[in-house]
């Protein structure tokens, strides 16, 4: 699998941690960023002009998962992801297949009436990759589009909605899927967020017990252009033989060339 070559991949991408010359926040009522993801999926949201993100995403099972993502122009950005299971550990590590791309713009900006809107397109899941189902736990957007708007309430509310249309699932599967969301402020640099996917796409035999995910996550600013997150996902336990939630922990650091 060429593991001397993911491993240096892994290694150039986090090397871009020490590139940036300036950062900014993307969390509570003194973000200077627009959040671009609910929890998992995405919202109408970009990254300023020459400005760049790194998240680190630790999940369960010695996951690791990092994601770059680059505003080469105004209103688009492109990306990379790589990670795998049993990198934290003693047990044997599988990575995912192959590096998730991922490209977003925004068409429309929001206005005081209308909602800003996004057209993308990803292909990195979230959390563990089964390389015999060749499939992440959560399957991948695919293509999709994403509306976003924001209120002034007691801080500021954003209310998200997307639809989108994964490729993982085999093609007897595929179906167009819905997702709801929204993130609220709390106070000068905390900020919360739901989201729901439906699934509709996922033959949720594989992995689900029922349809539908419940995610949730509590993002901190912590200065220098670190935010950190943390996520309790499948609150609805519908992941076969879930007992609890599943809490994973990510660390995003952004700033401007």
């Known amino acids: ?41 995405p919202t109408a949201g970009v990254l300023p002009k020459l400005h760049h993100a790194i998240s680190t995403h630790i999940f369960p099972e010695g996951g690791l ?8 122009f ?8 790589f990670g795998g299971t049993g990198l934290i550990g003693n047990g044997a590590i599988e990575w995912q ?37 060749e499939r992440f736990a959560t399957q991948s957007p695919g293509i999709y589009a994403a509306l976003s708007k924001s209120f002034e309430m ?26 709801l969301g929204l993130n609220k402020s709390i106070g000068a640099i905390f900020s919360l967020a739901a989201e ?3 699934t509709f796409f996922d033959n949720y035999r594989e992995m689900l017990d029922h349809r539908g995910l419940l995610n949730a996550s509590a993002r901190c600013a912590l200065g220098k252009g670190f935010t950190l997150e943390f996520q309790v996902r499948d609150i609805l336990s519908h992941f076969r033989d879930a007992s609890n ?5 990510t660390i995003e650091y952004s700033g401007s060339f």
């Not at 699998?1 to 941690?17: D, E, F, K, N, V």
């Not at 791309?101 to 068409?107: K, Q, S």
């Not at 939630?245 to 922990?249: I, K, M």
């Open 1 to 41: 699998m060429h593991l001397s070559l993911r491993y240096t991949g892994l290694l150039l991408i986090a090397g871009l941690y020490a590139s940036c010359l300036s950062a900014q926040s993307s969390a509570g009522e003194g973000a200077t960023l627009e959040t671009r993801f609910i929890v998992d999926l």
């Open 65 to 72: 998962m990092i994601e770059w993502s680059l505003a080469p």
């Open 74 to 81: 105004q209103d688009f950005n492109v990306g990379i992801a």
């Open 97 to 133: 297949k192959a590096p998730g791309l991922h490209a977003r713009y925004r068409i429309l900006n929001e206005t005081q009436s209308l909602p800003a809107l996004l057209l993308g397109f990803s292909s990195q899941g979230r959390g563990k990759y089964d390389s015999d189902s």
């Open 154 to 179: 007691l801080g500021r509310l954003d209310l998200h909605a997307g639809v989108n249309y994964s490729f993982e699932p085999s093609p007897d599967d595929r179906t167009a899927n819905l997702y």
């Open 196 to 198: 729901y996917n439906a």
């Open 245 to 249: 939630p599943t809490r994973t922990l």
